[in-house]
């Protein structure tokens, strides 16, 4: 077979604020071809790119290499690595077999060969590959360990989850709910605000039309809180809490673009002593050993029954439109309810 296009998305500048810009901080490098029979394997194997997963914390590794975070930066002149589904169409590993689906970290071009994604289960029709980027990949494990190691809810508690149209805050909600718990949740459109409700939130609002101030003094009091965006969220939410509050930050995408000297400084702050209140950051790996292996166990089996759903928006159905479609996902109140996905192939 005769070498063919190897489409890949590149990062080329570091970003200090504000939003990537297609063309400047990464581009669609189409100048390179593969040979995908010929291709040495090295005793790896070759996937092809179906489904691609945008994330938020991809706005963090375009940072400058000497600003600590919790994640490593991306690599000037390479192709971007994040999250992704994709089939292999050749391998020389033992372990790993031609036409199995595998999700996971990987560079984000046409064809890789590579020993990053891990095995996952063919749907075979139960539900479509996108599930992996939301429910049954990061966004739903992150729900699922948070909720178990730090919300620990009960039973007749209200849960506050900002974001809650995201893969995540939906996954929160559905789970809180199996669990007895009111729930309070915000979104920034009507349309999320719909979704929210259809997940059985029984205060559902639209933060660009209520305040958080005024949602949670008119529903609350909180006995704990799911944040997803930091900033007048978080405030609002330790003015709102009980004694004792239990708050899982996730997430600030509120400020994730907005320069540090600019960035929304806490009012409530005082309300953690006096209120005693236990908050904890996190990311997934943290309480993965813990809680890792019920998800696995759990989740799956919860979605093929129909007792636990989630929502994909696709953003883009080709290799063209990932830049934009990138920022888009970045933007703040972008109006799809769900995971943001981008299909670049069928198979």
Not at 169 to 181: E, R
Not at 202 to 212: A, I, T
């Amino acid at each position: 077979m005769a070498p063919i296009a190897n489409p890949r998305v590149v990062f080329i500048e570091r970003l200090t604020s504000g939003l990537p810009v297609a063309g400047k901080h990464f581009v669609l490098d189409t100048s390179r071809t593969i040979d995908i029979e010929n291709v040495p394997l090295n005793g790896g194997y070759l996937t092809k790119t179906l489904v691609l997963s945008p994330e938020p914390a991809m706005r963090e590794r375009m940072r400058d290499p000497s600003v600590p975070s919790y994640t490593t930066t991306y690599t000037l002149g390479a192709s971007i690595v994040a999250f992704a589904v994709v089939v292999v169409v050749r391998s020389e590993k033992e372990s790993i077999k031609v036409g199995e689906y595998m999700y996971g970290q990987t560079p984000w071009e046409g064809y890789t060969v590579q020993p990053y994604t891990e095995v996952v289960p063919d749907p075979k029709g139960t539900y479509p590959l996108s599930k992996y980027t939301n429910i049954m990949g990061t966004p739903g494990l992150t729900a699922f360990v948070g909720m178990e190691g730090i919300i620990e809810g009960k039973e007749g508690e209200t849960l506050f989850v900002s974001s809650g149209a995201s893969g995540v805050g939906s996954l929160v909600i559905q789970l809180a709910k199996m669990n007895g718990l009111r729930v309070i949740a915000s979104a920034g459109s009507d349309a999320k605000v719909e979704y929210m409700r259809s997940l059985g939130v029984e205060v559902p609002f639209n933060y660009n039309k209520e305040s958080y101030e005024s949602v949670l003094s008119k529903h609350g009091p909180i006995h704990a809180f799911w944040d997803n965006v930091g900033a007048e969220a978080l405030d609002a939410a330790l003015d709102a809490s009980v004694a004792h509050g239990r708050f899982a930050i996730c997430g600030t995408v509120a400020t994730d673009n907005v320069q540090f000297e600019e960035r929304y400084r806490l009012k409530n702050a005082f309300q953690i002593m006096k209120k005693r209140i236990t908050i904890r950051g996190f990311i997934v790996p943290d309480l993965i050993p813990q809680f890792g292996g019920r998800f696995f166990q759990e989740v799956p089996a919860l979605v093929a029954q129909g007792k636990l759903q989630s929502e994909e928006t696709i953003i883009g159905e080709k290799w063209e439109d990932v830049p934009e479609a990138i920022i888009e996902m970045m933007s703040s109140g972008h109006g799809h309810a769900g995971k943001p996905v981008i299909v670049v192939a069928q198979q």
